[in-house]
């Protein structure tokens, strides 16, 4: 009997090591820290409840790493970065394009906040509103869209006028 009481004790005292071994961990903003003098003199906050598992990071990179001696560092060359440009003209004129033809479509289907009934629509009339909602929504970020793509033109350089354009 004497033999089981200490069976008994020794698992007690094994399940409560676990327990002991976990330091208290500390959130400052987005960074974890488990040394209570950082913790305090940033103004950190104690974690409290549930398991952490804190991962030692890495340091982030350097933001200007400054280039070895065999890196390829050399610009591009005058004409290819201005057929690159061109490229991303036309296609962002072509994206532009295809979000007016979105916008028109969106607006005639939107019919100033009116669109027709569809379907069940005319039983349900919540149905009806997200579905406005919903046109509206679209409408704005179309909108949003071609606001975007004329800035990102407007940045471009100016078209070259070569004969062959």
Do not use: F, H
Request: charged residues 30%.
């Amino acid at each position: 009997m004497k033999q089981l009481w200490m069976l008994v004790a020794l698992a007690a005292g094994v399940a409560a090591l676990p327990s002991q071994a976990q330091a208290e961990i500390y959130r400052c903003g987005n960074e974890y820290t488990n040394t209570k003098p950082d913790a305090r003199a940033k103004g950190c906050k104690l974690v409290e409840g549930g398991n952490i598992t804190v991962v030692q990071g890495t340091p982030a990179p350097k933001a200007n790493p400054t280039p070895s001696a065999g890196s390829n560092t050399s610009k591009v060359e005058s004409s290819q970065q201005k057929a690159r440009d061109s490229d991303r003209r036309l296609i962002l004129q072509d994206e532009l394009k295809k979000a007016l033809a979105r916008q028109e479509e969106l607006k005639k289907e939107y019919n100033n906040g009116e669109p027709d009934k569809q379907g069940g629509e005319a039983r349900n009339y919540q149905k009806y509103l997200d579905r406005v909602a919903e046109l509206k929504a679209s409408l704005a970020r179309t909108e949003s869209d071609i606001a975007g793509l004329r800035r990102e033109i407007d940045r471009l350089p100016p078209a070259s006028s070569s004969p062959s354009q």
